[in-house]
């Protein structure tokens, strides 16, 4: 008999098991992110074809910037349809092999990389149309998975002192690696930004979190104060863009005037004046500002609400997870979309200094929205097992 009900138990178990895997993805995460993508690859185009039409850089092509960027989007759509039909857990195997081949070609990269602007920041790679990668993309990823693993794995990891010292350290080496070695500060700060918010979120010290972030704000703060390299220069120049209207304040006050320009309903598509080489490279981080220009407030607040969309889901994804390395892993990646979007969308109003961040999804970059959407396929598989 009781041989008898451990197998109805366990039927009844297998039953459940299966009834869990056959759920559904997320098809709103699934397709707000593919309406996303194809904003992205429009605004690309219509952003980029002046530019690319006339310079020799880009071979006199006015669709090389978006066939790129549309190879680059295949990539990252087939990684994320697949990796939404891979079980989640199995990626807990393998957090900290992504964490040292971050770790590694991050090294890589800042001794050997391709140098642009003064930056080693891309690796070059043999593949048409995705002729580099940029390991510090990877890196994101990289830190969602190490951190759930470890925090999911080792009990006290996140509630412990030692443990606490342990996952800090961990960020740190990574985020100074990309800070230092490849001279990107932004993407350092979004590192720091995932990382840290995935502690909070399993930590019950929440007063430590608050007054280190706050002490950290006004130690940078107080930095690019009173420094004097090229970061203060442009602290300087976020408080009177026109102190500086050739060189730090260039890019600011160029895409304020594309914002101003796009009134409620915009100039139409590909009718941007600011990017006919006002704006530098106005496919890439600033890209929010054409389409404020060409779209208007409408097309802007279209964008921003399918990012809100996008993140409602993702949040629901993490808190309906089945286990605590689902629940964080889906939290990393809205904190590393949400990040990115909110640093994004504040540099191109003026809202906080000029740095570079991409707009997920939608700003010009091959690493960026492959890595992005192969990160969304792993919250897709996620949400086939979530609880409601």
């Known amino acids: 008999m009781a041989n008898t009900g451990n197998s109805k138990r366990g039927s009844a178990s297998r039953s459940d098991l299966k009834v869990i895997e056959v759920r559904n993805i997320d098809y709103t995460i699934l397709i ?4 996303l993508v194809l904003i992205g690859i429009v605004m690309v185009f219509s952003s980029s074809y002046y530019v690319a039409s006339t310079s020799s850089k880009f071979g006199n092509n006015m669709y090389s910037l978006v066939r790129s960027q549309s190879f680059a989007a ?28 971050s770790i590694i ?15 080693r920041r891309w690796l070059p790679l043999p593949i048409p149309g995705l002729t580099q990668f940029q390991p510090s993309e990877l890196a994101k990823i990289s830190i969602i998975l190490f951190v759930a693993q470890i925090i999911s794995t080792y009990k006290n990891s996140a509630s412990s002192l030692k443990g606490l010292a342990f996952l800090g350290g961990t960020i740190g080496i990574c985020a100074g690696i990309i800070a230092v070695g490849t001279s990107n500060l932004s993407t350092a700060l979004i590192i720091t930004i995932i990382g840290a918010g995935m502690i909070f979120i399993a930590s019950p010290y929440t007063a430590i979190f608050v007054i280190v972030a706050v002490l950290g704000v006004v130690a ?13 220069k442009r602290f300087t120049a976020w408080l009177d863009p026109f102190s500086d209207p050739t060189d730090k304040g260039f890019q600011t006050i160029q895409s304020l005037y594309a914002i101003a320009s796009g009134g409620i309903f915009g100039l139409g ?3 941007s004046r600011q990017k006919l080489g006002f704006i530098p490279e106005a496919h890439n981080d600033i890209i929010f500002s054409i389409i404020c220009e060409e779209l208007g407030l409408v ?12 993140l409602w889901r993702i949040l629901k994804t993490a808190i309906n997870a089945p286990d605590l390395y689902g629940s964080l892993v889906a939290a990393g990646v809205g904190l590393m979309i949400g990040s990115q979007v909110l640093v994004n969308i504040a540099v191109v109003t003026n809202s906080i200094p000029n740095t570079g961040v991409p707009l997920p999804f939608i700003s010009h970059g091959g690493t960026s929205i492959a890595i992005l959407l192969f990160s969304v396929g792993i919250v897709l598989n996620i949400s086939r097992y979530s609880k409601g």
């Open 220 to 232: 940078l703060v107080i930095l690019l104060a009173t420094g004097t390299g090229y970061r203060s």
């Open 269 to 271: 598509l590909t009718q």
């Open 32 to 35: 707000t992110v593919i309406l």
């Open 105 to 119: 070609l991050l090294i890589i990269t800042s001794l050997f990389g391709k140098e642009s602007g003064g930056a």
């Open 299 to 310: 097309g802007a607040g279209l964008v921003l609400f399918l990012f809100g969309v996008l």
């Open 74 to 101: 295949i990539i990252g759509v087939a990684a994320m349809l697949f990796m939404s039909n891979i079980n989640y857990r199995y990626l807990k195997k393998f957090g900290t092999l992504f964490y040292i081949v």
